[in-house]
Each structure stands twice: as structure tokens, then as C-alpha cells.
């Protein structure tokens, strides 16, 4: 049976991580050269909040700013990131690129649905050539709710996907799998939070464990130890 892997991008494929608090330090040493902010650069929620879309990351962040300096901020920020990426600061978790081609020979299609702006997506996906295997990657500005579970819904309607999963490390990823019929896979990642995980169909530690949970979709054994199955 063909199957479809709906991809979040941060914290799961991408280790974010590397270059977010270089990012989000020139974004606040921006707001400091302005006099916008005079305490340190809140590295700490923004890792609470991981996941969600930039906008509300910033209502969070900077409570007490204007939109128009959010906005500003959000610019600021997504140039740094972008930058970054292509200076190579960033990288892919490891075994990225062998789980893809192991899909990629066993028929599946590879998609990507992020929280992600449009351009920090491209900037990801053509610096590690991530198109050879990723058919389309999708962005929450593609979307007003800036709901994941509509994002994913876009895809699943865009290419009549109808088995599959939903691979990521936040509850937005777990619950657009399960709003959306597919199986939810979390990453114990960096950003990953247990209770969260916890509501996973599986939870996997790295991501060459898909392997095994492709042969597990597609019936060829039963679940077992090492494939953490709920």
C-alpha cells in the first residue's frame, strides 16, 4: 500500500536550533539599537512556544509592541534566519537524507507542512537540495487560520493523499494527524515536550526509525519493542 509523509520542518527535519538564537539575538539587538528593548533576548520562551506561527510568536515575544514593530521584527528576523541558512549555520537531523531514499524507493511521496514563512522554507529546502525527494512543502502563510490541521488538510486535498502519516515534535503536528485521519509519528527532539508526545500513534528518537514504521503501516510485521507504539 502507497503511503504519504507529511513532514514538519522544524525541530524535525530541520535542527532549528543552530541558528535560532543567532537569529533571535540580531532581531532583539535590532529592538535595543531602536531602544524598543533593554532586558536579555527571551531565547527561553521561544523555545516554550516552538512550533507555533511566527505572528503569535511575537504577540507572545513582545506583548507589549505594536503590531507594525512585530511585524517589523518578524522581517528582521526572517532576513537573519535566511541568512544564516545560507551562510550554512543550520543542518538537517541526522539520517534525513537515507530515510528519504528509503521512502522514495518504497513508493511513498514526501511532503513538507510547516509553521514556517514561505521564503525560510525555500531558503531550507534548495540549500540542501531537499527537492530531489520532497514533492511540495507547504507553508502556514499558504493559510488564514494558521491552523497546521488545515495546512495538512490542503495537502491531503491537493493530492488525494489517503494513507499516511504526519511526522513532528509538537502537538500542532500530532493534531493535524489525527484531525486529519492519518498516524501521528512525534520526534523526540530538541523542542519535543513529553506530555505532548504522549498522544503520538509513535514516538521515535531518530528518524531512521521510519523505517521500521513504514514496514508497520504497511503490515509487514506487527508492532514491537523499538517501535514505540501506542
Not at 190 to 201: G, S
Request: net charge negative; glycine share 6%.
Amino acid at each position: 500500500m502507497s503511503q504519504s509523509f507529511i513532514f514538519d520542518m522544524d525541530g524535525t527535519l530541520f535542527q532549528t536550533d543552530k541558528i535560532l538564537e543567532l537569529s533571535l539575538e540580531d532581531a532583539f539587538n535590532r529592538l535595543r539599537s531602536l531602544n524598543r528593548w533593554d532586558t536579555a533576548t527571551p531565547i527561553d520562551k521561544y523555545r516554550e512556544i516552538m512550533g507555533v506561527p511566527l505572528p503569535k510568536v511575537w504577540e507572545a515575544l513582545l506583548p507589549d509592541h505594536s503590531i507594525e514593530e512585530r511585524e517589523q521584527t518578524d522581517a528582521y528576523f526572517l532576513e537573519r534566519l535566511i541568512e544564516n541558512i545560507k551562510r550554512g549555520k543550520g543542518a538537517l537531523y541526522p539520517n534525513v537524507n537515507e530515510v528519504f531514499s528509503f521512502l522514495k524507493e518504497n513508493h511513498c511521496s514526501i511532503y513538507i507542512a510547516s509553521n514556517g514563512l514561505t521564503e525560510y522554507l525555500k531558503a531550507i529546502v534548495s540549500y540542501f537540495n531537499l527537492d530531489h525527494w520532497v514533492t511540495e512543502a507547504f507553508s502556514i502563510q499558504q493559510i488564514e487560520s494558521l491552523n497546521k490541521s488545515d495546512l495538512v488538510r490542503i495537502v491531503i486535498e491537493k493530492y488525494g493523499i489517503t494513507n499516511g502519516a504526519v511526522v513532528g515534535d509538537r502537538l500542532s503536528d500530532i493534531n493535524a494527524a489525527k484531525d486529519n485521519g492519518l498516524v501521528a509519528i512525534g520526534c523526540n527532539f530538541d523542542f519535543a515536550q513529553e506530555n505532548e508526545l504522549a498522544q503520538a500513534d509513535f514516538v521515535i528518537d531518530d528518524l531512521i526509525e521510519l523505517k521500521s514504521i513504514l514496514l508497520n503501516l504497511n503490515g509487514l510485521y506487527p508492532s514491537r519493542d523499538g517501535v514505540a507504539k501506542r
